[in-house]
Nanobody, 122 residues
Framework: QVQLVESGGGLVQAGGSLRLSCAASGRTVSGYAMGWFRQAPGKEREFVGTIRWSGGSKYYVPSVKGRFTISRDNAKNTVYLQMNSMKTEETDLYYC???????????????WGQGTQVTVSS
C-alpha cells in the first residue's frame, strides 16, 4: 500500500514558477516510478512526466520539456515537480501517482494522491 500527499499548489502569475511536492509513505517497490498528471474540469487527465526511484531516469511530455523538472529525494520519499514559465492554460489540478513499473505504461499507475490545485493568472 502506498499513500501519496501532494502539496505546493496555489496561485501563480503567468511566467512565474511553482514547485509541487508529493510525499509517499507505506510500502515501496524497488525500482518503481512516480508520475505527475494534471486535469482541468471536463477534460481528460494528462500525463506530464515520470521519474524512477532507482536511478532517477525521467521522461517528460514535449509540451513541458525544458520548462518543468521532476526530481526526487529518496531519503524523504518525496518527488517534486518544478514548473517554470507557467502558462494560463496550465491551470489544472495536479496529481502525483505511483507505478510498480517504469512509469511509462500509464495504466500501471495504481495509487493516486488527492491532487493540488494550480491556478495560473494572466
Amino acid at each position: 500500500q502506498v499513500q501519496l500527499v501532494e502539496s505546493g499548489g496555489g496561485l501563480v502569475q503567468a511566467g512565474g514558477s511553482l514547485r509541487l511536492s508529493c510525499a509517499a509513505s507505506g510500502r515501496t517497490v524497488s525500482g518503481y516510478a512516480m508520475g505527475w498528471f494534471r486535469q482541468a474540469p471536463g477534460k481528460e487527465r494528462e500525463f506530464v512526466g515520470t521519474i524512477r526511484w532507482s536511478g532517477g531516469s525521467k521522461y517528460y511530455v514535449p509540451s513541458v520539456k525544458g520548462r518543468f523538472t521532476i526530481s526526487r529525494d529518496n531519503a524523504k520519499n518525496t518527488v517534486y515537480l518544478q514548473m517554470n514559465s507557467m502558462k494560463t492554460e496550465e491551470t489544472d489540478l495536479y496529481y502525483c501517482a505511483s507505478s510498480p513499473g517504469a512509469g511509462i505504461v500509464l495504466n500501471e499507475y495504481d495509487y493516486w494522491g488527492q491532487g493540488t490545485q494550480v491556478t495560473v493568472s494572466s
